[in-house]
């Protein structure tokens, strides 16, 4: 997988200095188009340009570690019915239902002496539907993350199973909900993006 990252840090940014680098890598990350492929591996986000909270970020903490920038991950529980997003009918139908509760991925990176709060998680082409997108990201400083906040949050070494643990507390019903749910909105995004083309 090292030389997996290697080539990516090669194709995208070349000889550019570090904080440069980074710029890049939030920007390219960030704007792989949000959706579920029904994977987390980052080779398959890569691949597939298109992945979800988790994806994006185990594919920026591959590249990041490859630049030997510490990094740390996050994991927030939160509430998709919370988002300020421009839903169509059937999803605020759906939501008008059920409460979509989901462990959403976010990173802290060194710089320095500081760790900064690093969120890569909605696209640009979100930010007209009302999702949180980072639309910059200034390295002194952290990042927004992508969620409405008030969940718990967990610092974990492998944020993919502590992901899983947390899901497996949902009840049956939850858990098939949100399945439904991204499916939903992944369906969703992927029409609105066709109209852009």
Request: charged letters at 30%.
């Amino acid at each position: 997988m090292n030389n997996f990252y290697k080539d990516i840090l090669k194709k995208w940014t070349k000889n550019e200095p570090l904080d440069k680098k980074l710029s890049i890598l939030f920007n390219k990350v960030r704007d792989i188009p949000y959706g579920n492929i029904g994977s987390r591996n980052p080779k398959q986000v890569y691949l597939q340009q298109k992945g979800t909270c988790s994806g994006k970020h185990e594919l920026l903490k591959g590249l990041l570690t490859a630049l030997k920038i510490p990094v740390k991950n996050y994991i927030i529980l939160h509430s998709f019915n919370q988002l300020p997003v421009k839903y169509p009918k059937e999803i605020r139908t759906f939501l008008s239902k059920n409460n979509i509760v989901d462990p959403h991925n976010f990173l802290k990176i060194k710089i320095g002496k500081h760790w900064q709060i690093v969120d890569v998680t909605w696209d640009l082409s979100l930010e007209k539907l009302g999702f949180p997108v980072n639309k910059t990201w200034n390295i002194d400083k952290d990042c927004n993350i992508s969620v409405v906040q008030g969940g718990q949050i967990f610092e974990t070494d492998n944020p993919l199973e502590k992901k899983l643990e947390l899901l497996s507390e949902f009840s049956v019903k939850e858990q098939e909900n949100r399945k439904q749910f991204l499916l939903l909105l992944t369906n969703w995004l992927n029409k609105e993006r066709e109209k852009l083309r």
